[in-house]
């Protein structure tokens, strides 16, 4: 078991979430956040915190963030150190998502992160520009058709 706590600017959060569901069905313990231009370091954090409260349950927890460098990142990596049971992952889009969501997590920290770059590193190989000859080539072999 695992809890999931998406953490974006803006709506991004709810849609991607609602994606998820849509592919996957119910997926449990996962909650949207999202920040405006109006939330501070602080109320971002209070936010983590109150998200992570609901999930009642002592499972570890991914935290996924949109933009690596971005308010949701920094807020987010001031939680960790009160949180040791916490991944911290940036980056959001479907592709890394689906995977997480499908992921199982234990109690073992060093097997959950050789778990979680692995699904980092699947997630990456999801991201190709289709106009290039060669990844649709690749494409197509791997699908028969385009």
């Known amino acids: 078991m695992k809890n999931i706590i998406l953490l974006t600017?803006?709506?991004?959060?709810?849609?991607?979430?609602?994606?998820?569901?849509?592919?996957?069905?119910?997926?449990?313990?996962?909650?949207?956040?999202?920040?405006?231009?109006?939330?501070?370091?602080?109320?971002?954090?209070?936010?983590?915190?109150?998200?992570?409260?609901?999930?009642?349950?002592?499972?570890?927890?991914?935290?996924?963030?949109?933009?690596?460098g971005g308010s949701t990142t920094q807020s987010a990596i001031g939680i960790l150190a009160e949180h040791p049971d916490f991944y911290l992952i940036s980056g959001l889009c479907l592709g890394l998502l689906l995977p997480l969501a499908m992921l199982e997590l234990t109690d073992d920290r060093e097997e959950n992160l050789a778990a979680i770059r692995t699904v980092l590193e699947e997630a990456r190989d999801t991201l190709v520009l289709v106009n290039d000859v060669e990844a649709a080539d690749a494409l197509q072999d791997e699908e028969g058709e385009l």
Request: glycine share 4%.
């Open 9 to 68: 600017h803006g709506e991004f959060s709810k849609g991607i979430a609602q994606s998820c569901r849509f592919i996957l069905g119910d997926v449990p313990n996962l909650t949207a956040l999202s920040i405006t231009l109006d939330e501070s370091v602080a109320q971002t954090k209070a936010m983590i915190e109150d998200a992570w409260k609901t999930f009642d349950n002592s499972a570890p927890t991914i935290l996924i963030t949109d933009i690596p």
